[in-house]
């Protein structure tokens, strides 16, 4: 699979990175990625707390967090659907802006957003609901 970078330009002048994938085989591959590995989300986590040191609560070391920006459609499609879903699933998440990480760590996500990171699971979108489902 291929992952192609897009820049887009939503009406109100905001930039809005995605990404398209490209398979070169025939099978239906599903784009959203849920990466199992703990210690790699620890270790991410832990990252995106250094870079926003608001973040380093209790009360949010259990959430779900948003990775997106302002401006970005498919992170406001993503925020609708995380909305629909707390209507049958009771979770809890914060929205966290890329643009208050430094170039580095923005940059890794510049592509990817929406991504949504749980305690131990990292979920890049498109993803849906039964996605979601799966996380809790």
């Not at 993503?78 to 909305?83: G, N, P």
Request: aromatic fraction near 10%.
């Amino acid at each position: 699979m291929t992952v192609i970078p897009k820049i887009n330009m939503s009406d109100s002048g905001s930039v809005c990175f995605s990404s398209s994938y490209s398979s070169n085989n025939n099978d239906n591959e599903n784009t959203s990625t849920a990466m199992p590995n703990n210690d790699n989300i620890k270790a991410l986590r832990a990252r995106i707390i250094n870079a926003v040191p608001n973040f380093n609560k209790p009360e949010y070391h259990g959430e779900w967090w948003l990775l997106g920006t302002p401006g970005c459609h498919l992170c406001t499609d993503a925020e609708k659907l995380l909305t629909r879903f707390q209507a049958v699933q009771p979770i809890s998440y914060q929205h966290i802006d890329i643009a208050d990480f430094n170039e580095t760590l923005m940059m890794e996500f510049a592509t990817t957003i929406p991504v949504l990171l749980t305690p131990y699971r990292r979920l890049n979108y498109p993803f849906s609901v039964m996605d979601l489902q799966q996380l809790v």
